[in-house]
Nanobody
């Protein structure tokens, strides 16, 4: 099965930037759409964005459009979430996830990483 290992995260001030990484193994990476999700205390899990298997197309939640960018490097089996202009409301545990390109639901998940934005 596919294994996803996340890195990055941490504590930054509002207006700052962070880049999260998610490295995949155990599958054919370019056969999977990759997504990013987040969950803040007291809130439901929220879709952040996703990137298709080739890296050509992306989609984002309205709350992060213009600030976050998803990219992937298929040669490194890694997907990235670049977060700019961070706000305190971006504070959450961030998860990467994978779904086979012919599937519908994300069925492989990373371990999660804490992102904390101070005001």
């Amino acid at each position: 099965q596919v294994q996803l290992v996340q890195s990055g995260g941490g504590l930054v001030q509002a207006g700052g930037s962070l880049r999260l990484s998610c490295a995949a193994s155990g599958g054919t990476f370019d056969s999977y759409r990759m997504g990013w999700f987040r969950q803040a205390p007291g809130k439901e899990r929220e879709f952040v964005g996703s990137i298709d298997r080739s890296g050509v197309s992306t989609e984002y939640a309205d709350s992060v459009k213009g600030r976050f960018t998803i990219s992937r490097d298929n040669a490194k089996n890694t997907v990235y979430l670049q977060m700019n202009s961070l706000k305190p409301e971006d504070t959450a545990v961030y998860y990467c996830a994978a779904v086979f390109y012919l599937g519908g639901r994300y069925d492989y998940w990373g371990q999660g990483t804490q992102v904390t934005i101070s005001s």
